[in-house]
């Protein structure tokens, strides 16, 4: 949503003040979609999405998979969920929430048996799957998540990963092994 009174960048003004080449920029838009378009080819970068690609470009310092969550998602919410996200996520855990790729689609879902559950997921998946992230979980966060990417549900718990999914994904992927 851009913020109304605040003239965006083109382009070639948003690749300058991120430090990046406009065909740089132009990848990094097809990738993560922070940009609005203007007609069929011309972007524009509100602050809004130029803090994103800033986020893109540098991300903070996150040690674990749910502390890139928590970034994620508290930029997605309203103040008053906020309050409710932070309890769903030092309630107790009883199980792990996952985060796998098949093709172009990511499936956030909750087991209380991740080996056992990942074995059906690679024999039922038509293509090969990649683990994203296991953590410590519970139903509820996994509800959550499933709330807070809803724009980007695919069918049931699997979801297109662009946007801001794709974001936090690729942010997931790039944290030390």
């Known amino acids: 949503m851009p913020t109304w009174g605040v003239a965006p960048l083109d382009l070639n003004e948003a690749a300058m003040a991120l430090g990046i080449s406009p065909a740089e920029l132009r990848a990094l838009a097809k990738k993560h979609g922070h940009y609005e ?7 524009v970068f509100y602050p809004e999405h130029m803090q994103k690609l800033k986020y893109v470009l540098a991300p903070p310092v996150a040690q674990t998979p749910l502390e890139v969550i928590r970034y994620h ?9 906020l309050i409710e996200f932070e309890s769903f996520i030092t309630q107790e855990f009883d199980g792990n929430i996952y985060l796998i790729r098949c093709n172009d689609r990511i499936k956030i879902g909750f087991t209380t048996h991740w080996a056992r559950r990942f074995r059906v997921l690679k024999t039922a998946c038509p293509y090969p799957v990649t683990v994203i992230a296991v953590m410590a979980g519970n139903r509820t966060l996994e509800q959550f998540l499933h709330i807070v990417f809803e724009n980007l549900r695919r069918h049931g718990e699997w979801f297109d990963e662009q946007g801001e999914l794709a974001t936090m994904v690729a942010a997931i992927e790039a944290l030390p092994k």
């Open 73 to 81: 998602v508290t930029e997605r919410i309203p103040a008053a969920s």
């Open 37 to 43: 378009p203007r007609g069929p080819v011309k972007k």
